[in-house]
């Protein structure tokens, strides 16, 4: 493989060349030469994209696949290309599929999948055995299998000695326990947040207390404890106030938070549209801002799409009985641009890879090359269209975007959205 792309700005602040539009040669995987302008004696094939921006490749730290087991909702190999075409060079990939990934065989299943795609996929083993949050699944050799972290997809560990025994275990080989933050008990039979426009819908509620009070627990045990904690897909101001204390103090904690959350708040649910029903739930507009300001000022280390793909028989019924989740990989980065300005994404996009040990690839010469494709320009809105996933259960259909992304370059290939 060798192209040159043409006229490409880069967004990387390890990069020697930082917000200078360069030529770049790629050949068979890695960047040869960056230069104002290259020549083409040899009529190399050339990459020439409208306003074209790259960035270090990109990296979703919350993506369910639903194979094995679910392969209906989607499959590994179409949801590495969606991603791709998404602008993402690597995804951890949720262990929420049938059978859990809770052992060595199902990490090397899912990885062996993964085989020879342009995104790469770093599984994440179940905390506990079959996510039931009974007994702690095989950690050590699922570290030795290429896991990159341990928790049981939105699911909070009620017990809390068991959260703290694999704190506790997993230092011996530096490894990252999650742990999704809603006391059940405090949720109870909650679909949506607890406030004005539940009341009005008369739909029950899962208070702001149910995240809270489940991290303030959480942060607790790491603090006796020690170790490395990540809280996903945080959603109240309360959360990120409280993570940000113990980011103060010292604490190996680190959190995400869904583009859905950054973007959109419990308004949506006027229409009893499944699509809007998440979990967490979607949250007011005062949550959101303080997400908001929690992302620029750094206590939120990275975005995730959290995209979970759902069959339209777990959708299409009432809200009460419809299943959590919406798809957004494809959406990401469009909605993500509409609130932040661009370093802030590429920031956002990027940073979690060195919270999951994931090597980052800065753009220079003689580096792997490792890249998002994309531009920052142009408005449009999210339609049907645009969805590459198998499951079509998107909460951002309508929204506004804008930018676009191109492709991306990884693993010796260029793969672009069209």
Not at 351 to 374: C, D, H, Q, R
């Amino acid at each position: 493989m060798k192209f040159i792309l043409r006229s490409a700005k880069i967004i990387d602040s390890n990069s020697p060349f930082n917000n200078q539009t360069v030529d770049i040669l790629i050949v068979d995987g890695f960047i040869k030469k960056i230069a104002a302008s290259l020549p083409n004696s040899d009529k190399t094939e050339e990459i020439k994209l409208d306003n074209l921006h790259v960035s270090q490749g990109w990296f979703d730290s919350s993506v369910s696949l639903g194979e094995p087991g679910f392969e209906d909702r989607e499959t590994i190999l179409n949801g590495l290309n969606v991603a791709a075409k998404s602008g993402f060079t690597a995804i951890a990939l949720q262990p929420n599929s049938f059978p859990i990934i809770d052992n060595q065989s199902q990490v090397n299943f899912v990885q062996n999948k993964a085989v020879g795609s342009a995104t790469q996929l770093f599984p994440i083993g179940a905390l506990t055995k079959g996510s039931e949050g009974k007994d702690m699944a095989e950690l050590f050799d699922m570290t030795n299998c290429g896991a990159v972290a341990f928790g049981d997809y939105n699911k909070s560990q009620d017990n809390a000695n068991l959260l703290k025994i694999a704190l506790q275990y997993v230092q011996d080989f530096d490894g990252l326990v999650i742990a999704f933050p809603q006391d059940e008990k405090i949720k109870g039979q909650g679909v949506v947040n607890e406030g004005v426009v539940s009341t009005r819908l008369g739909l029950k509620g899962i208070p702001n207390l149910a995240e809270e009070l489940q991290i303030a627990r959480n942060l607790f045990l790491l603090e006796y404890t020690g170790g490395k904690l990540h809280i996903p897909t945080v959603s109240t101001a309360k959360s990120v106030q409280l993570i940000k204390d113990a980011k103060a103090k010292g604490l190996q904690v680190s959190c995400s938070a869904a583009v859905h959350h950054l973007v959109m708040t419990d308004e949506k649910l006027e229409g009893f549209d499944t699509r809007f029903k998440v979990s967490p739930p979607l949250r007011t507009e005062k949550d959101r801002k303080a997400l908001l300001k929690g992302v620029l000022d750094n206590t939120i280390d990275m975005i995730t799409s959290d995209h979970n793909p759902m069959d339209i028989e777990h959708k299409k019924m009432e809200f009460d009985m419809a299943k959590n989740g919406t798809i957004g990989l494809e959406s990401a980065f469009g909605a993500l641009m509409t609130i932040f300005p661009l370093e802030k994404v590429v920031e956002k996009l990027t940073s979690g890879k060195t919270v999951f040990s994931i090597e980052n690839y800065p753009i220079t010469e003689g580096a792997k090359a490792n890249m998002s494709l994309f531009t920052p320009e142009g408005k449009g809105v999210f339609t049907k269209a645009a969805i590459l996933s198998k499951s079509k259960n998107s909460a951002f259909l309508g929204a506004q975007t804008k930018g676009k992304v191109y492709g991306i370059v990884n693993q010796g290939k260029l793969i672009l959205a069209q």
